[in-house]
């Protein structure tokens, strides 16, 4: 059964940077792409990029170009979600989805909760 | 970038149809998808590609589009539907936006 599992919470100071994994099982890795998705404690859903795990390109929101990087490791079928120069505004839960051509995101991790305090 | 409106709730009694809207100028070109999120848990896609159901969603899930609107329609409602629906959407640079979100109470 496809699976994502999202590596764990982090605590990180203002100005420092956080790197998310997400760990694919069940399904053929490079055949879909992985997006990223946060949502601030009591806010809706934020669409932050995806990655095509096939090639490697990417597209990023607009609002975090130049502060967010994703990449893969297609040798282990894991996605990552950097994030640079946080502020408190980036505290949120961080999910990864496998993303479909026109499936939409079909399937989800768990959820990572990034806190970012002094 | 583009936005998707929704209303911030939609209330019905048990067994009754619940309807949520999505509005977006985008939403003639572009497919809609709807997700299903309950507190403490990741969202569920309910809804693809308009209408679209994946396995293992109800048949009492719904999708429709008409123009700039798309609907999710959920008929004979039940206690365990109460939560945030979000819609989504993308541009034709693989952009995506989605909805501020629809909180769903089951009276």
């Known amino acids: 059964q496809v699976q994502l599992v999202q590596s764990g919470a982090e605590v990180k100071k203002p100005g420092a940077s956080v790197k998310v994994s997400c760990k694919a099982s069940?399904?053929?890795?490079?055949?879909?792409?992985i997006s990223w998705v946060r949502q601030a404690p009591g806010q809706g859903l934020e669409w932050m990029g995806w990655?095509?795990?096939?090639?490697?390109?990417?597209n990023y929101a607009q609002k975090l170009q130049g502060r967010v990087t994703m990449t893969t490791d297609t040798s282990t079928s894991t996605a990552y979600m950097e994030l640079r120069s946080l502020r408190s505004d980036d505290t949120a839960v961080y999910y990864c989805?496998?993303?479909?051509?026109?499936?939409?995101?079909?399937?989800w991790g768990q959820g990572t909760l990034v806190t970012v305090s002094s | 970038s583009y936005e998707l409106t929704q209303p911030p709730s939609v209330s019905v009694s048990p067994g009754q149809t619940a309807r949520i809207t999505c509005s977006g100028d985008a939403l003639p070109k572009q497919y809609a998808y709807w997700y299903q999120q309950k507190p403490g848990q990741a969202p569920v896609l309910v809804i693809y590609?308009?209408?679209e159901r994946p396995s293992g969603i109800p048949e009492r899930f719904s999708g429709s589009s008409s123009g700039t609107t798309v609907t999710l329609t959920i008929s004979g409602v039940q206690a365990e539907d109460e939560a945030d629906y979000y819609c989504?959407?993308?541009?034709?640079?693989?952009?995506?936006?989605f909805g501020g979100g629809t909180k769903l109470t089951v009276l």
């Open positions: 990655i095509s795990a096939y090639n490697g390109n990417t």
């Open positions: 069940g399904y053929t890795f490079t055949s879909y792409g």
């Open positions: 989504q959407s993308a541009d034709s640079s693989g952009t995506y936006e």
């Open positions: 590609k308009d209408s």
């Open positions: 989805a496998r993303r479909g051509d026109s499936s939409g995101f079909d399937y």
